[in-house]
């Protein structure tokens, strides 16, 4: 989901005034802030704020949320690359990032992760409440600690347990209206917990010999394509509770309930179809956008049919 930023200098003049002593472009500092999973953590982190309020929206504080938000998750997509910078160079998506083409210094992307942090995690705790900025910690942990230090290089268990950070957001946005965890926040959680692995193991199958060379035991690697398509079912199934439970707690209503069912099982077809595709590249690639758009699509809903308050 590493969104490409497109940058062109009018002038050899305004080439060098947007230049870093290092040879860096301003694109390469934000791209190494994985711009695409900001946006999308930001609209999930916005629906959790929305749910909570009930349409009674202090808009103050929910920009507030979405800036701590974003600059914690900027901090920890920026810690990744920093400790990835060596298996990146392994990998063509990946190669001509900033950090493996050496445009970006470490010890700079370090210093840039840690104040991002820094400011992410004070306006949180300042502005949202102390639960909003616990669970800003934990998501940040889980990512830079648990997932990218430890599972990421050496177990298939990587993408499943680092889906807890990337299920954060929503419940940030909730609790930071809340101040507790209740069961919209666990609804929430369990929606993006639950969206990711299947999502992320649709690319590791389209890109796998990448992954494989660059020595990552995604799972389409160690346990082969069929095992992947088989262990995306029970998630994507498990979805299906998320928009009755949405419905019957009165966080959400009909028009949500309709559409979400619809995509869920939408989903959970393509998914169970994989078994019977003939190319497993091209049904990867229809399942994988089907995914973000699945995401998309339902957090919209979420927003415009939530009950109000």
Known sequence: MDNQFSYHASSDSASMSAKSPEG?????????AKPGIIRSNLI?????????????VNYGRLLLTLLGTMLVMASACVFNNYFDRDLDMKMERTRERGLPTGRLKPQTVLIYAIVLGIAGLAVLFAFSGALAGLFGIVGMFVYVVVYTLWLKRTSTWST????????????????????????????????????????????????KEEYRAAGFPLLPVVKGVRRTKLQMIPYVALLLPIPVLMYIYDYAGIFYLVIST?????????????????????????????????????LIVLVLNTIHG
């Open 262 to 298: 619809a995509l869920s099982l939408a989903w959970l077809y393509l998914t169970v179809s994989g078994f019977k595709a003939k190319d497993d590249e091209a049904w990867a690639k229809k399942n994988f956008f089907f995914s973000i758009n699945y995401l998309t699509v339902s």
């Open 44 to 56: 999930a982190a916005f629906a959790g704020y929305w749910v909570a309020s009930g349409w009674d």
């Open 24 to 32: 860096a472009s301003w694109r390469d500092f934000i791209t190494v």
């Open 160 to 207: 499943s347990v680092g889906a807890i950070s990337g299920a954060m957001p929503p419940v940030i946005g909730y609790v930071a209206v809340t101040g507790r965890v209740d069961l919209g926040a666990w609804l929430l959680f369990a929606m993006l917990f639950l969206w990711q692995p299947p999502h992320f193991w649709a690319l590791g199958i389209r890109r």
